[in-house]
């Protein structure tokens, strides 16, 4: 109770269940005790009539032994009934401490101790749900901050794109197309030093626009709401293979889809927009050995509530000190060298597989490939 509480929405939808079976049982088991008594009070009004039967009968021999008969049985019974009948009343008024007064150890007394045991029952469990709802609304409290931290975190993207697209582009385009001239039509009256100047002019201008491009294209993957559909993954990652195929003998890479891979419920487009990344990331950092031909693995696992993918390569793997960083925007290891890539893909993997609520982590060392998981819930 002291510690702290890490609730997910399939968490609140299971608390909020619960609540509304335990009010259903609640209440079901109030007007069970209304019922019994209902039915006692009729049996008390019964017994009643029988005892002003028996003082009619006995009136000749014993009025006043009759009467204070009557009186007895009139007080054992209605007494003690009309104190449930008011303690069931204040129970379902919402009075989860009320105790009544056990009598002795007949029937009465059994359903008082009975009725004692069902409300320190349902003053347990109203003590226990408070303090689930008390740690709800903080976790709500903290996912609406989360909320508006992202809201905010969008606008400064939608901010940073818009003087990106127009305020950078415009200028980089001029740049791009004076660089473009000097290799062309000017590029062998430079010395040695001059030309090496020019392609890296070139080199820069295009790994700028790449940055740009690849900026507009994750904005719009991130501000398109997720379509849950029934997705094959099997044939998407067939798919994915397809509009692979030129860069796959390209490189001469073995692509090997271990499954069966089940069908599951998430976002089709976006999902395949995370296998198109990790598998081309796995064919660019793939093994530059002339003598070990490219090997990718794409295998699958079940892992408690949620469906874990694994992109494996024998490429030139990542230091452990980079793991986390690879998923930072623009972020690129020393590793890579010149190979193409902005740095924006695996941000985009990750975005995509956090809107999921998955993971994505990353198990590799320098020259031994490397494993990148990533997790989708279960969704019935």
């Not at 619960?18 to 209902?38: C, D, H, P, W």
């Not at 490189?251 to 487009?269: E, M, N, R, S």
């Not at 990344?277 to 794409?298: C, G, R, T, Y």
Request: net charge positive; proline share 3%.
């Amino acid at each position: 109770l002291q510690g702290r509480y890490e609730l997910s929405f399939e968490d609140i939808d299971r608390i909020q269940k619960r609540e509304r079976r335990l009010n259903k049982n609640l209440q079901t088991l109030i007007n069970s005790v209304q019922g019994f008594v209902a039915s006692s009070l009729a049996r008390a009004r019964l017994e009643q009539k029988q005892a002003v039967w028996i003082l009619w009968q006995c009136l000749a021999g014993g009025t006043i032994l009759g009467l204070i008969f009557l009186l007895m049985i009139i007080r054992g019974i209605a007494r003690p009934l009309k104190a449930l009948v008011e303690a069931a009343h204040r129970l379902a008024g919402g009075e989860y401490d009320l105790r009544v007064k056990v009598g002795g150890p007949d029937e009465f007394g059994e359903l008082s101790r009975a009725f004692n045991h069902m409300s320190g029952k349902i003053s347990q469990a109203s003590q226990q749900l408070q303090q689930k709802n008390a740690a709800l609304d903080e976790n709500l409290q903290t996912t609406n901050r989360q909320k508006r931290d992202l809201q905010r975190m969008n606008r400064d993207l939608d901010e940073l794109v818009k003087v990106l697209s127009h305020d950078i582009r415009s200028p980089l385009t001029t740049l791009t197309g004076y660089g473009t001239v000097l290799q062309k039509e000017y590029l062998n009256q430079l010395d040695e030093k001059g030309q090496r100047c020019v392609m890296g002019i070139k080199r820069g201008t295009d790994r700028i626009t790449t940055m740009i491009d690849d900026l507009l294209a994750m904005k719009q993957v991130v501000n398109q709401e997720i379509r849950w559909e029934k997705t094959n993954i099997e044939e998407l990652l067939l798919s994915v293979k397809k509009r692979l195929h030129y860069k796959i003998s390209e490189h001469k890479v073995v692509l090997d889809f271990q499954g069966p891979f089940p069908v599951i419920a998430c976002d089709a487009t976006k999902t395949g927009i995370v296998f198109l990344n990790l598998l081309n990331n796995a064919i660019k950092f793939s093994s530059k050995d002339p003598l070990v031909l490219p090997h990718i693995e794409v295998t699958y696992q079940l892992k408690g509530d949620a469906h874990e993918f694994i992109v494996k390569d024998n490429g030139i793997g990542i230091d452990p000190k980079h793991h986390k960083e690879i998923f930072g925007l623009f972020h690129r290891v020393d590793a890579a060298g010149d190979s193409e890539g902005s740095g924006v893909g695996l941000t985009t993997v990750k975005v995509i597989v956090e809107e999921h609520g998955g993971k994505i982590w990353v198990d590799s060392c320098p020259g031994e490939g490397a494993a990148f998981h990533f997790t989708i819930p279960k969704h019935s």
